[in-house]
C-alpha cells in the first residue's frame, strides 16, 4: 500500500518561499508511469493543480505557478519537494501531495496524502 505524507511550516509569511515535503512509502518514486503531484485546494474553492516530477525526473508546472514553482526529488530518501517562492496570502490553501497516472488530474484516482494546511500571513 503506497502511502503519502506531507510535511512543512504551517505557517509563511508573504514574500518567502513555502518549502513542503512528500515522503512516499509502500513504493518507489522512481516506478515507471506516476507523476508525482502538488495539488492544493484553497478555501472555497477547488482543487488546483500545481505540477508534478515524473518517474523519469522530468518535471511539469501549470502555467499560471510556473515563474514561481520548483519541484525536485531525492531518490535515496523517496521523498520530493514544492518550492513556491514569493508568496501572498492568496496561496493559503490545503497542499497536497498525490500519485497519478495522468498528469495533471485533480480526480480522487491514485493515492493521496492527508493534506497540509498552510497559511500565508504576516
Known amino acids: 500500500q503506497v502511502q503519502l505524507q506531507e510535511s512543512g511550516p504551517g505557517l509563511v509569511k508573504p514574500s518567502q518561499t513555502l518549502s513542503l515535503t512528500c515522503t512516499v512509502s509502500?513504493?518507489?518514486?522512481?516506478?515507471?508511469?506516476?507523476?508525482w503531484s502538488w495539488i492544493r485546494q484553497p478555501p472555497g474553492k477547488g482543487l488546483e493543480w500545481m505540477g508534478a516530477?515524473?518517474?523519469?525526473?522530468?518535471?511539469y508546472y501549470s502555467p499560471s505557478l510556473k515563474s514561481r514553482t520548483s519541484i525536485s526529488r531525492d531518490t535515496s530518501k523517496n521523498h520530493f519537494t514544492l518550492q513556491l517562492r514569493d508568496v501572498t496570502p492568496e496561496d493559503t490553501a490545503v497542499y497536497y501531495c498525490a500519485r497519478k497516472r495522468v498528469l495533471s488530474d485533480t480526480s480522487m484516482d491514485g493515492y493521496w496524502g492527508q493534506g497540509i494546511q498552510v497559511t500565508v500571513s504576516s
Open positions: 509502500g513504493g518507489s518514486i522512481t516506478t515507471t508511469y506516476y507523476y
Open positions: 516530477i515524473h518517474a523519469s525526473g522530468g518535471t
